[in-house]
T-cell receptor
Framework: DTAVSQTPKYLVTQMGNDKSIKCEQN?????MYWYKQDSKKFLKIMFS???????INETVPNRFSPKSPDKAHLNLHINSLELGDSAVYFC????????????FGPGTRLTVL | DAKTTQPPSMDCAEGRAANLPCNHS???????VYWYRQIHSQGPQYIIH???NNETNEMASLIITEDRKSSTLILPHATLRDTAVYYC???????????????FGKGTKLSVKP
């Protein structure tokens, strides 16, 4: 059983399109996160979210938005995709916001053409 | 920015202990030392964390110096599957808003060789 899962694993799309990446965790955690790993392999947090607050990294463009239908899911919506959005996106979850160990999903490789 | 310094790469012979150093000279009293690793094309994997005392689990041991300014992750019997990038991260031990973020640096690329 996969603890944190993401779909799709690969996503290839054209500039200007709108796309979504889905994330689900079956750990019963209260908090979920999205990270971006760029071509230089730096891993940076984009969002953290629990049922009380959303914390956004100030460097994330507002074309990116997290949507949480329930505690087990945090989907990432991206509008008007740009070439620079090409990266691997990782979802993670933890029991509490920031203080607990985070468990990561397998990643979604997004390629914008 | 990451508050840790790690060597960019290390080699280790299969079956031998891998000792990965990390410097965190500006660590605060309420900050833990966390270690994660990322095997190629996979998501980061939690390994171990500690505050002051040395810690051991089924994956590794963590040795923290008495002044807490540096630490060493020990993989006692490295295998080829331990080849990965290892990240040493310091983070607050209690909720402090975004201060509790995991801030990943460049890590150490460990290559385990047969």
């Amino acid at each position: 059983d996969t603890a944190v899962s993401q779909t799709p694993k690969y996503l290839v799309t054209q500039m200007g399109n709108d796309k979504s990446i889905k994330c689900e965790q079956n750990l019963g955690h209260d908090t979920m996160y999205w990270y971006k790993q760029d071509s230089k392999k730096f891993l940076k947090i984009m969002f953290s979210y629990n049922n009380k607050e959303l914390i956004i990294n100030e460097t994330v463009p507002n074309r990116f938005s997290p949507k949480s239908p329930d505690k087990a899911h945090l989907n990432l919506h991206i509008n008007s995709l740009e070439l620079g959005d090409s990266a691997v996106y990782f979802c993670a979850s933890s029991n509490r916001l920031f203080t607990d160990t985070q468990y990561f999903g397998p990643g979604t490789r997004l390629t914008v053409l | 920015d990451a508050k840790t310094t790690q060597p960019p790469s290390m080699d280790c012979a299969e079956g031998r202990a891998a000792n990965l150093p990390c410097n965190h000279s500006t660590i605060s009293g309420n900050e833990y030392v966390y270690w994660y690793r990322q095997i190629h094309s996979q998501g980061p994997q939690y390994i171990i964390h500690g505050l002051k005392n040395n810690e051991t689990n089924e994956m590794a041991s963590l040795i923290i110096t008495e002044d807490r300014k540096s630490s060493t992750l020990i993989l006692p019997h490295a295998t080829l599957r331990d080849t990965a990038v290892y990240y040493c991260i310091v983070r607050v031990a209690s909720y402090g808003g975004s201060q509790g973020n995991l801030i990943f640096g460049k890590g150490t690329k460990l290559s385990v060789k047969p």
